[in-house]
Nanobody, 125 residues
Framework: VQLQASGGGLVQAGGSLTLSCVASGRTVNGATVAWFRQTPGKEREFVAG????????WYADSVKGRFTISGDRAKKTVDLQMNSLKPEDTAIYYC???????????????????WGQGTQVTVSS
């Protein structure tokens, strides 16, 4: 499976963006999908994820109440709706998938074997 992330851009603080992760090849329906983000000099940081079996989402504390992850099985996409954006949300955002991730490692980048190319999100103050 290959993943492609899109939807990034420049937005003012308080604004919204929707990122999309599209899968080609094998469907993401059987994989847990997550979004991570990374800024220069820092480690990749978990943002939001969605369990493959239940579709239940989970979020990093820093984005709870502002970001929403959702999936469309027919379109093989997983979107990340980002509202009330803050300058500290500025980063390159990556989607990732795994068919073997477990609860204890769900927020760990190394648990995911397939990654999209990243999309830049810049939030101006």
């Amino acid at each position: 499976v290959q993943l492609q992330a899109s939807g990034g851009g420049l937005v003012q603080a308080g604004g919204s963006l929707t990122l999309s992760c599209v899968a080609s090849g094998r469907t993401v329906n059987g994989a847990t999908v997550a979004w991570f983000r990374q800024t220069p000099g820092k480690e990749r940081e978990f943002v939001a994820g969605m369990w493959r079996n239940t579709g239940r989402p989970w979020y990093a504390d820093s984005v709870k109440g502002r970001f929403t992850i959702s999936g469309d099985r027919a379109k093989k996409t997983v979107d990340l709706q980002m509202n009330s954006l803050k300058p500290e949300d500025t980063a390159i955002y990556y989607c990732a998938s795994s068919e073997t991730v477990i609860l204890s490692t769900r927020a760990t980048p190394n648990a995911y074997g397939t990654w999209g190319q990243g999309t830049q999100v810049t939030v101006s103050s």
